[in-house]
């Protein structure tokens, strides 16, 4: 059935969602095959497998018509100078998504296959995610970086896409508060 008309609160300094749903929690050994550096990675998965980020959802089923929402927490870090990020995947029904900027500072990347952009984020940033373009996001800071994310609730996750073909860039630690970028190559 569908669900009741609601009030959720959320604060963006924590990440957390009330009344919430499931939260999924990514550690470093669920993002196999996604750094440049596999023996950074896998040397951080043997020393303690910390969590990169975790994904809090409201309520709102992921059904058709609805529009679910989830706050997303990166905490800060790299992997051989490469940002904490998140899998990254393509919308399978491509449909729109909208993130809020909430707290810290990030970026999303997004990839349509043959073009890369990014969108600095930070608090009161809206990104904004075109049906058919694959994105990622990036703790570019210090601090823990939140987003709000709001997309439809028969869009699905395709993790496999960006596997296969990366999202153009990949983004490392630069000079200062400016993130550096690469081409994306496939890891060996
Ligand atoms: O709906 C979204 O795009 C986000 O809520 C992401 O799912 C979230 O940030 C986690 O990223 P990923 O699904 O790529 O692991
Ligand atoms: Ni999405």
Redesign the pocket.
Known sequence: PPISPLSITFDGQTGTMSPEGPV?T?RMSDLAGLFADTAAWEAAVADGDPVV?Q?ASSPVPEAEGELPQ?I?TILPGTVAGEFHM????QHPNPQG?I?LGLSGTGGLLLFDGERPQWIDMAPGVIGY?PPGWA???VNTGDEPYR?L?V?PGN?G?D?GWVLANGMGHRVYRGEGATPRFEPFTATP
């Open positions: 999924l990514r980020y994904v989830s997303t998140t899998k990254g995947h998504e993130y995610i994105h990622r996001s987003f994310a997309y869009a996750h993790y």
